[in-house]
Nanobody, 125 residues
């Protein structure tokens, strides 16, 4: 399985970005796709996730109401739409794939065996 992340960039506070993660490989490898982020000097943290089949979404409290996860199963891609961006959203964003994750496990990086390369999001004040 390979994950290809794209869509990062630089925006001002209040701006929007749409990231994309394209998965290639066996489609039955994992049904949960997520985004994590890591700011300089900080640990990697959960941002959002979506179940590719059921469409169930999960969000970190820090992005709830501002970020929206969507999916295109035909293209095997997921897209977090990030609105009302803040300087504290600045980080390298990583997409990840896991399988059969639920509310109690979806936020743990260790539950995801597959990771894409990061894409940098910079929000200036």
């Amino acid at each position: 399985v390979q994950l290809q992340a794209s869509g990062g960039g630089s925006v001002q506070t209040g701006g929007s970005l749409r990231l994309s993660c394209a998965a290639s490989g066996p489609r039955d490898t994992g049904n949960t796709m997520a985004w994590f982020r890591q700011a300089p000097g900080k640990e990697r943290e959960f941002v959002a996730a979506v179940h590719r089949n059921a469409g169930t979404t999960y969000y970190a409290d820090s992005v709830k109401g501002r970020f929206t996860m969507s999916r295109d199963n035909a293209k095997n891609q997921v897209y977090p739409q990030m609105n009302s961006l803040k300087p504290e959203d600045t980080a390298v964003y990583y997409c990840a794939m896991g399988n059969r994750l639920i509310l109690s496990t979806v936020r743990a990086p260790g539950q995801y065996p597959y990771w894409g390369q990061g894409t940098l999001v910079t929000v200036s004040s």
